[in-house]
């Protein structure tokens, strides 16, 4: 992606499966429920194996996205074609899917549109609810991670 800051770049690694993390640090379901900070962290994880999964089926990518000025973009689904989607992973709450609006607003705003495509899609995955929906005031999906499918 392109931007018009510069741009740093760097592996970002992620477990296979989230459950190797909390076993080899042993934990559970309660601790983690008590920990929501660290829950969250195994949240991201999870869905970024998921997003993977489903670029896969695509043929697409997904990469992470964090620029000079310390803005981030939790995952960057990038297809073959040059379209690409922005998603904030958040637990859930209105609090978090707030933030995760805001984060993925000051990206697009951000984003050198003479340069390249403007996003395809503009969503905050979240860990909790059953429905999908599309904010009207914004165009941002806010969707459930089970309601992901290929």
């Not at 620029?67 to 609090?95: P, S, T």
């Not at 990206?107 to 999908?132: H, Q, R």
């Amino acid at each position: 992606m392109r931007s018009k800051t510069a741009i740093r770049t760097s592996n970002t690694r992620y477990y296979t499966d989230p459950s190797i993390g909390t076993a080899s640090l042993s934990i559970g379901p309660k601790d983690l429920e008590n920990d929501l900070n660290t829950f969250g962290f195994f949240f991201e994880t999870l869905a970024i194996r998921d997003l993977r999964t489903y670029a896969d089926a695509l043929i697409g990518e997904v990469a992470h996205y964090r620029d000079a000025d310390k803005l981030e973009c939790d995952a960057v689904v990038h297809l073959r074609d040059g379209r690409y989607g922005l998603i904030e992973i958040k637990l859930g709450g209105n609090v978090l899917i707030k933030e995760g609006v805001e984060s993925l607003i000051a990206l697009k705003n951000k984003l050198d549109t003479t340069k390249m495509k403007k996003p395809s899609f503009l969503m905050v995955l979240t860990g909790v609810g059953s429905i999908a929906y599309r904010r009207p005031e914004d165009g941002i999906y806010v969707v459930p991670i089970g309601c992901l499918k290929p």
